[in-house]
């Protein structure tokens, strides 16, 4: 197998959302508005929590991004919802980034904690991946726990994150599509 890159730029996760990291058929990364870092400061097979892999990633915070303006008006914050699809983005990410074709869904999470919030006036989130399990044979599935941090503050925090690749033939007509 090549080697792997251990971090992305922005410019490289827009490839990716737009034609697959892999190229057509492989999992891709939302794009702007929907992407959810700004880069991959460190990807590994192994290392983290359960020694399996880490994904690193930030996100820059800028007052105007779009979420701020509507959600709440007059009482920015970035949506909960927001930070959890990151975490899942980049455990998707994992996988594909690992060679396993297919098209990322999330499934599930087993545990979500939000201690704190995101506002205009921050400068930086951090999302820390930890790799629980990596299944790559007929059913390809990751579980990690994910970590969301503000400023070095850690606000989120969500155990047994879920996300699975699918050919476009399983995700024909099924409820996942």
């Known amino acids: 197998m090549t080697e792997r890159p251990s971090s992305y730029s922005y410019e490289e996760l827009l490839e990716c959302g737009r034609n697959g990291l892999r190229g057509p058929g492989t999992a891709q990364l939302p794009v702007p508005p929907m992407l959810m870092a700004d880069r991959v400061t460190h990807i ?35 949506p909960g919802c927001l930070g959890l699809d990151a975490l899942w983005q980049l455990t998707g990410f994992f996988l594909t980034w690992g060679g396993s074709p297919g098209h990322g869904r999330a499934l599930g999470a087993g545990q979500v904690k939000f201690s704190g919030q995101v506002r205009p006036e921050n400068k930086l989130v951090r999302y820390e991946i930890d790799i629980r399990r990596a299944m790559r ?25 879920r996300v699975g690749l699918f050919s476009q033939e399983q995700l024909s007509g099924s409820v996942l599509g």
């Open 44 to 78: 590994s097979d192994e290392g983290g929590n359960y020694g399996k892999g880490q994904v690193v990633a930030e996100l820059d915070i800028k007052p105007d991004l779009w979420f701020f303006e509507c959600h709440f008006p007059g009482d920015p914050v970035m």
């Open 137 to 161: 044979g007929k059913l390809v599935l990751a579980i990690a726990d994910g970590t969301m941090f503000v400023d070095g503050h850690k606000i989120y925090e969500a155990k047994d994150l």
